[in-house]
């Protein structure tokens, strides 16, 4: 079993940045991770993800430009800086994690992934 912890969200006004980090803890070797997030009366959406087989990176169109996900493949860890925060991001946003790689686009589906953190909450004040 695994176990993902998320920290750094909060409130902060229009234009400023946050990062976010979630580790995995447990037996489970995570092969995939991603970032979503689900704003009030909205649907979780998917943010972005990073995929360690070759390190690659993908992104929502909203996010594109001004997040970036990295991480540690060895510990388990990603982040998600976020840069030029609008209100529209706000939302909480939820860390996953699956334990085998990508393949298409299954990195935008939530039901891909087998582990969830509890979510962070991000609000952006205009």
């Known amino acids: 079993q695994a176990q993902l912890v998320e920290s750094g969200g909060g409130l902060v006004q229009a234009g400023d940045s946050l990062r976010l980090s979630c580790a995995a803890s447990g037996d489970m070797k995570m092969y995939s991770m991603g970032w979503f997030r689900q704003a009030p009366g909205k649907e979780r959406e998917f943010v972005a993800a990073?995929?360690?087989?070759?390190?690659?990176?993908y992104y929502a169109d909203s996010v594109k430009g001004r997040f970036t996900i990295s991480g540690d493949k060895a510990k388990n860890t990603v982040y998600l800086q976020m840069n030029s925060l609008k209100p529209e991001d706000t939302a909480v946003y939820y860390c996953?994690?699956?334990?085998?790689?990508?393949?298409?686009?299954?990195?935008?589906?939530?039901?891909?992934?087998?582990?969830w953190g509890q979510g962070t909450q991000v609000t952006v004040s205009s």
């Open positions: 990073v995929s360690w087989s070759a390190v690659t990176t």
């Open positions: 996953a994690a699956v334990s085998r790689y990508y393949s298409g686009s299954n990195y935008l589906e939530a039901a891909y992934y087998d582990y």
